[in-house]
């Protein structure tokens, strides 16, 4: 992979792919029935989708994360491997995938960049012969705890200036028009740029160019502290991942995102104005 990223090592192309899968732990983020209708050849089915965590305070979110070093190798997912994750496109779950890895401490993940689409798109072949996970255990876990942002660090730096909230959920949950917690609204003084943006039409990331004017122009810079959160960490991790393909030195997803946040009525909110 080769778009002149920063950190281009966290994206893999599907031509690089195709010759190298036989190196890589490969892992489809996708559900069960888009898996089983066909997928890479080799590949482990791990659906991420509606595993959150609406308690970021630390042993609420130690407990989490040490379960999902135990699902991980209970599905496959071999932490002693380079690993790579896809979807239908470079999609969210396919970056949460990434983000938790990151987090474990393994420094060998990848996504697949424009996800299953890019591959049959490069002549890949899929197969629909589900794969049996291998029985691993004595992962290797180191947690980089800067990797993530909990709700107290939030709440005691919401008047920092070295601090940016990123918004990467759709507008109409940015500025309060839908609700998916006890509140609607928004982290005081967040800045919304929703997670969709980061990629272009057919589903690969945009370029450094790009996501770089995007990001900058909207105040959120590289010698800043990034903050990202959505609903529950999935859209976040996206943008996460866009900001550490640029190099950006301290970006953490929130996981508890919105719906710790909103739930929460001792926490400040922000009705935004579109």
């Given at each position: 992979?080769?778009?002149?990223?920063?950190?281009?090592?966290?994206?893999?192309?599907?031509?690089?792919?195709?010759?190298?899968?036989?190196?890589?732990?490969?892992?489809?983020?996708?559900?069960?029935?888009?898996?089983?209708?066909?997928?890479?050849?080799?590949?482990?089915?791990?659906?991420?989708?509606?595993?959150?965590?609406?308690?970021?305070?630390?042993?609420?979110?130690?407990?989490?994360?040490?379960?999902?070093?135990?699902?991980?190798?209970?599905?496959?997912?071999?932490?002693?491997?380079?690993?790579?994750?896809?979807?239908?496109?470079?999609?969210?779950?396919?970056?949460?995938?990434?983000?938790?890895?990151?987090?474990?401490?393994?420094?060998?993940?990848?996504?697949?960049?424009?996800?299953?689409?890019?591959?049959?798109?490069?002549?890949?072949?899929?197969?629909?012969?589900?794969?049996?996970?291998?029985?691993?255990?004595?992962?290797?876990?180191?947690?980089?705890?800067?990797?993530?942002?909990?709700?107290?660090?939030?709440?005691?730096?919401?008047?920092?200036?070295?601090?940016?909230?990123?918004?990467?959920?759709?507008a109409?949950?940015?500025?309060?028009?839908?609700?998916?917690?006890?509140?609607?609204?928004?982290?005081?003084?967040?800045?919304?740029?929703?997670?969709?943006?980061?990629?272009?039409?057919?589903?690969?990331?945009?370029?450094?160019?790009?996501?770089?004017?995007?990001?900058?122009?909207?105040?959120?810079?590289?010698?800043?502290?990034?903050?990202?959160?959505?609903?529950?960490?999935?859209?976040?991790?996206?943008?996460?991942?866009?900001?550490r393909?640029?190099?950006?030195?301290?970006?953490?997803?929130?996981?508890?995102?919105?719906?710790?946040?909103?739930?929460?009525?001792?926490?400040?909110?922000?009705?935004?104005?579109d």
């Amino acid at each position: 992979m080769n778009k002149e990223y920063v950190n281009s090592e966290l994206l893999i192309s599907a031509t690089e792919l195709i010759t190298q899968a036989s190196e890589h732990c490969i892992v489809d983020t996708r559900p069960v029935h888009q898996y089983m209708a066909g997928h890479i050849p080799n590949a482990v089915p791990l659906d991420l989708f509606s595993i959150s965590l609406t308690d970021t305070r630390e042993q609420p979110f130690k407990a989490f994360m040490s379960m999902i070093g135990i699902l991980f190798a209970r599905r496959g997912v071999d932490l002693n491997r380079s690993i790579v994750f896809y979807e239908d496109v470079s999609g969210m779950c396919a970056a949460r995938g990434l983000w938790f890895c990151e987090y474990l401490g393994h420094s060998k993940t990848q996504v697949l960049d424009g996800g299953i689409q890019s591959w049959l798109q490069a002549g890949g072949v899929i197969d629909t012969n589900p794969v049996v996970p291998p029985n691993l255990t004595g992962l290797p876990i180191s947690p980089q705890p800067d990797t993530h942002i909990n709700v107290e660090e939030i709440l005691g730096q919401l008047d920092d200036p070295n601090l940016v909230v990123l918004d990467t959920r759709s507008a109409d949950e940015h500025y309060a028009r839908v609700a998916r917690a006890a509140r609607a609204g928004a982290i005081p003084g967040s800045i919304h740029i929703e997670w969709i943006e980061n990629l272009n039409p057919n589903g690969t990331f945009k370029s450094v160019s790009q996501l770089q004017k995007m990001y900058t122009q909207a105040g959120v810079t590289a010698e800043k502290r990034v903050a990202c959160y959505c609903q529950g960490g999935y859209r976040s991790a996206h943008s996460y991942l866009a900001l550490r393909l640029l190099g950006y030195p301290r970006v953490s997803n929130y996981i508890g995102s919105w719906k710790e946040w909103g739930d929460r009525h001792d926490l400040p909110i922000e009705i935004k104005i579109d």
